[in-house]
């Protein structure tokens, strides 16, 4: 079904009973679907790893949680402490969030770190590829050398700026 590339996916515990292979290739595959997700589910990384928004309900309501799991998590021990008021977290657990990447930032970044690793893959087999079409092309060709050259160049050009924003991620991260 999902080799169709269905324009939305409703998914309840999508996570139970599978071994830990099929699990990694199922968030693979989720995690660059482009389509709407919708899932129900009690597997945390999971929820983090393939979706942007996460909501909850929280006394019979249905709530965006733009801190992801981790928000839901506070937001629910502050109710068993009754220091919720009217939904909203205390000013002392916002402020605790900002410190560092946290929540849904932290989400964003790693998956932006997992989609980079997988540009990069995927650029240097392209690369490799133009490596050798430039070897097989008639060497007396310049002007079709000229052009598959500057196809390399732009392709490495890509995987440096790709190399660089992930750096960038991986130190934020830790």
Known sequence: ???????????????????????????DLLDSWPGTLLVVSHDRYFLERVTDQQFAVIGGRLRH??????????????????IVAGGMPSAASVASSAKGLDGAALRTAQKEVSALERRIQKLTKQIDAAKHALV??????????????????????????????????SEQLG
């Not at 092309?137 to 050398?145: E, F, P, R, V």
């Open 1 to 27: 079904m999902l080799l169709d590339q269905p324009n939305v996916l409703i998914l309840d515990e999508p996570t139970n009973d599978m071994d830990t292979d099929m699990l990694g290739a199922i968030e």
């Open 65 to 82: 949680l733009p801190g992801g799991v981790d928000e839901y998590l506070r937001l629910r021990a502050h109710e068993t402490a009754g």
């Open 136 to 169: 097989e092309h008639d060497q007396s060709d310049y002007t079709g050398l000229g052009e598959k050259m500057a196809k390399i160049t732009a392709l490495e050009a890509e995987v440096e700026e790709s190399e660089l924003r992930w750096f960038e991620l």
